[in-house]
């Protein structure tokens, strides 16, 4: 594209009667962007390559660094001040070895991926940008640590202790369940076909998020066709039979635009139309949505439960409901607890779904009035903040109450301790990225139901995220 003689020539003679170079090349781009976007389906998808070219171009001239992910040959860890969904669905998974980003909480989208790849990650590091290129670094998930320039003894016995990790974990198997025998099964988060095989790998007794929006995000200036959907939806669906399959339907808006489903400018996104109620505007959507679920589902022997996002309260719930009736979609019919209005009247919205699932990224989000997408406000995110507990202990008490379940399938679920602790609170399954569900496994497995109350209780019985941390460490190690 960026070769095109007749490209050339019209950025050429824009720079001929005045213009700057960067700006005759953004015009130039300009007119064939307009033209492929309305070129049919297959081109209007190539309007994002072009835009690609146009940056880096653009970049080129300004002397400033390319935009988006680098090319690179060579394994590397991602430096970045922030990544998008977009950027990140770019990444080849067998050349990132980690990554450090400067912003983002522990439930950003760069904290999801690197969990979904299984790649340590540090968030939230300050000056992070300020690293050199070509640097060498060692990134330690577990501690945040980021190491630069280590000696080469300290490279192998950093190695050796990241192989020990790997081949302890690869020891557990088997379903999710305490010391004593009470089930909690431990379920994959899924963007999308792509990461089938690690979840299976893990040995996930099936997906407990699939988030369907992240198969949209490449290209989201169109509403994806009815039988591209059943496609995608179908090759997860066929991945785990007689297991539970959690879809939830598009959730678009704020931290995951789809152009085709955001609203207008808006002063607050992450207040305003988004997940459920974007697609309660957009019905043609939902129901074409809902339609693909159906007809992917057909004839396959599993247990097919459909969710939506950001329900606020029993009337949305309702009008979520009506819509899967309406489809003619043999499922079960649940929502998110992501809002804490949600949690707060958790059995009011029972009375129209069967499910509930606690989203605690965004849940955390709105309860403390914290952008997931700010490194400066991470201490906020965490999800051990014992006010975020309490509500997860509303919405499973409440679904114990109606006999229904409640899933966790934020990244709390992915923290091994805290999974302890939301099973003593009453959560009936953990959902996350792959990679996490044997560290998950082998936490459960060593410690009783009766242990985990008493952890949740502690937890709870505190006023900060990292008392309430220690209080549980200490009745789960028994001191
Ligand atoms: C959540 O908010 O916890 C969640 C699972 O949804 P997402 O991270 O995709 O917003
Ligand atoms: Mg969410």
């Known amino acids: 594209m960026a070769l095109d003689p007749e490209l050339l020539a019209d950025v050429e003679r824009r720079i001929t009667v005045g213009s700057t170079a960067e700006r005759a090349v953004y015009d130039a781009f300009a007119s064939y962007r307009a033209l492929l976007a309305n070129a049919g389906e297959y081109l209007a998808g190539r309007v994002a390559d072009l835009d690609d070219v146009r940056n880096r171009i653009v970049a080129r001239l300004m002397g400033v660094p390319m935009p988006g992910v680098p090319d690179s040959d060579e394994p590397y860890v991602l430096v970045a001040r922030d990544l998008a969904p977009a950027d990140t669905a770019l990444l080849d998974p067998a050349l990132v070895l980690g990554f450090v980003t400067e912003e983002g909480g522990p439930t950003s989208h760069s904290a999801i991926l690197a969990r979904a790849l299984g790649v340590p990650a540090v968030v939230a590091l300050a000056a992070a940008t300020d690293l050199a290129e070509d640097l060498t670094v060692a990134v330690d998930g577990s501690t945040g640590e980021v190491l630069l320039d280590p000696s080469p003894e300290r490279q192998a016995e950093l190695r050796r202790i990241a192989a020990e990790r790997k081949a302890a974990l690869a020891a557990s198997s088997g379903p999710g369940q305490t010391s004593d025998g009470h089930p909690v099964p431990l379920l994959a988060n899924v963007g999308g076909p792509a990461d089938v095989p690690a979840a299976v790998a893990a040995g996930a007794e099936g997906v407990g998020l699939f988030r369907t929006e992240f ?265």
């Not at 959690?246 to 995951?256: F, M, P, S, T």
């Not at 309260?313 to 899967?324: I, L, M, T």
């Not at 605690?360 to 700010?374: K, P």
Request: with cysteine; charged share 20%; hydrophobic share 50%.
């Open 215 to 479: 198969l949209f995000l490449d290209d989201s200036a169109k509403a994806p066709s009815e039988d591209a959907q059943v496609l995608a939806y179908r090759a997860v669906l066929e991945a785990f039979p007689e297991s539970r399959v959690v879809v939830r339907v598009l959730d678009a808006g704020a931290d995951k635009p789809l152009a085709f489903l955001s609203p207008g400018e808006e002063p607050n996104p992450a207040l305003g139309v988004r997940g459920l109620r974007s697609l309660l505007e957009h019905p043609g959507i939902l129901r074409s949505q809902l339609r693909a679920l159906a007809r992917a589902g057909e004839g396959l022997p599993v247990y097919l439960e459909v969710m939506a996002p950001m329900v606020a309260d029993r009337q949305d719930a309702r009008a979520f409901a009506d819509a899967c009736r309406e489809a003619g979609l043999r499922a079960k019919f649940g929502a998110m607890v992501e809002i804490p209005s949600a949690a707060l009247r958790a059995r009011a919205i029972l009375q129209e779904v069967e499910f509930l699932s606690l989203g605690t990224n965004d849940l955390a989000q709105y309860t403390f009035a914290a952008d997931r997408q700010l490194g400066s406000v991470a201490r906020l995110q965490d999800p051990w903040q014992p006010a975020l507990l309490d509500l997860v202990a509303l919405a499973a008490e409440a679904a114990r109450a109606t006999g229904k379940s409640c899933g966790v399938c934020g990244e709390a679920a992915a923290d091994p301790v805290l999974a302890c602790v939301l099973t003593g609170l009453g959560v009936t399954s953990l959902s996350m990225g792959a990679a996490s569900i044997p560290y998950v496994r082998a936490a459960l497995a060593k410690h009783t139901l009766a242990q985990c109350e008493r952890a949740a209780a502690a937890a709870r019985a505190v006023d900060s995220a990292e008392e309430a941390r220690a209080a549980a460490n200490q009745v789960l190690s028994g001191e």
